[in-house]
């Protein structure tokens, strides 16, 4: 059975940083691109950033692009989300996603496994 568990999440306050965990089991963790979805109540899960399997090419959504950082480490399993300079329109629910091995571009269609997701929250 796979598992991907997020952790990590919080309340912060606007300007600060969080770091996000994802744990994987069940699964061949380098067999997959890794990444991280949010989603706010009423809208649509969006994309945040992905990380390939070898962990040497990322993706980010332009408004995290400088702000976030994404990495991996496939001996423990883990995708790594760090987000800095925090934002109230950053409040969601964070996601863990594993998809395809082929590419860095990726979307709620090519994910294979989803996590429960993990609360962030920024207060102005």
């Known amino acids: 059975q796979v598992q991907l568990v997020e952790s990590g999440g919080g309340l912060v306050q606007a300007g600060g940083s969080l770091n996000l965990y994802c744990q994987g089991s069940?699964?061949?963790?380098?067999?997959?691109?890794m990444g991280w979805f949010r989603e706010v109540p009423g809208t649509n899960r969006e994309f945040v950033a992905a990380?390939?399997?070898?962990?040497?090419?990322?993706r980010y959504a332009r408004s995290e692009k400088g702000r976030f950082a994404i990495s991996r480490d496939n001996a423990k399993n883990t995708v790594y989300l760090q987000m800095n300079s925090l934002k109230p329109e950053d409040t969601a629910v964070y996601y863990c996603?594993?998809?395809?091995?082929?590419?860095?571009?990726?979307?709620?269609?090519?994910?294979?496994?989803w996590g429960q997701g993990t609360q962030v929250t920024v207060s102005s």
């Open positions: 996603a594993a998809g395809s091995r082929s590419t860095v571009i990726l979307d709620t269609t090519n994910i294979y496994y």
């Open positions: 069940g699964l061949t963790f380098s067999n997959y691109t």
């Open positions: 990380i390939s399997w070898h962990g040497t090419v990322t």
